[in-house]
């Protein structure tokens, strides 16, 4: 059974551009969720993907955006990137959409 | 709104000590879950627990246990003879979307 995987591990962008990191989910699983985790601080959620539908979102603006494709693989979209966006970026894919969540390595994104 | 606390932020411990960790939570809903994750160095977080809020047994597995206490809005995790891979950040959580308290470092010294 293969875990959650995340790509890239690492990720240096500047100011105003636009990144996409990706997630595959766990076999079996419907449900992936995308946590942004600041330096220190616990996880935030940002939004929820069941069975393709957007099904549950954190308070983050709408320059964050996802997409789940039909074999649940996820996407992680941010547009005009901030300074603030700096951050491990964390997938979690789960069975049904409150089932425990098992969580990838995470992107670590850096913003210059 | 939800809300999680954990109002520890660092423990240090020595190796075969015992520590809890506490978590207190916040929540309008009559139906929820809680959760512990541990976070070691490596950043990827692992899955310790899941509890129902209808079910208030204690747990226990291995030298983990896990005390939920509905009527203090409570759910503190114990770690008995910890070791030194015991060091990590702990992380409580609820649902029904998933919200983290800020976690607790937790470091065994040898």
């Known amino acids: 059974e293969t875990g959650v995987t995340q790509s890239p591990t690492h990720l240096i962008k500047t100011r105003g551009q636009q990144v996409t990191l990706r997630c595959s989910s766990q076999s079996g699983h419907n449900t992936v969720s995308w946590y942004q985790q600041a330096l220190g601080q616990g996880p935030q959620f940002i939004f929820q993907y069941y069975r393709e539908e957007e099904n549950g979102r954190g308070n983050f603006p709408p320059r964050f955006s996802g997409l789940q494709f039909p074999n649940y693989s996820s996407e992680l979209n941010v547009n005009a990137l901030e300074l603030d966006d700096s951050a491990l970026y964390l997938c979690a894919s789960s069975l049904e959409s409150l089932n425990e969540q098992f969580f990838g390595p995470g992107t670590r994104l850096t913003v210059l | 709104a939800q809300k999680v606390t954990q109002a520890q932020t660092e423990i240090s411990v020595v190796e075969k000590e015992d520590v809890t960790l506490d978590c207190v939570y916040e929540t309008r809903d009559t139906t929820y879950y809680l959760f512990w994750y541990k976070q070691p160095p490596s950043g990827e977080l692992v899955f310790l627990i899941r509890?129902?809020?209808?079910?208030?047994q204690n747990e226990i597995s291995g030298r983990y246990s896990w005390n939920f206490q509905k009527s203090t809005s409570s759910f503190n995790f114990t770690i008995t003879a910890s070791q030194v891979v015991d060091s990590a950040v702990y992380f409580c959580?609820?649902?029904?979307?998933?919200?983290f308290g800020s976690g607790t470092r937790l470091q065994v010294q040898p």
């Open positions: 509890r129902n809020s209808f079910d208030e």
């Open positions: 959580a609820l649902r029904r979307a998933l919200t």
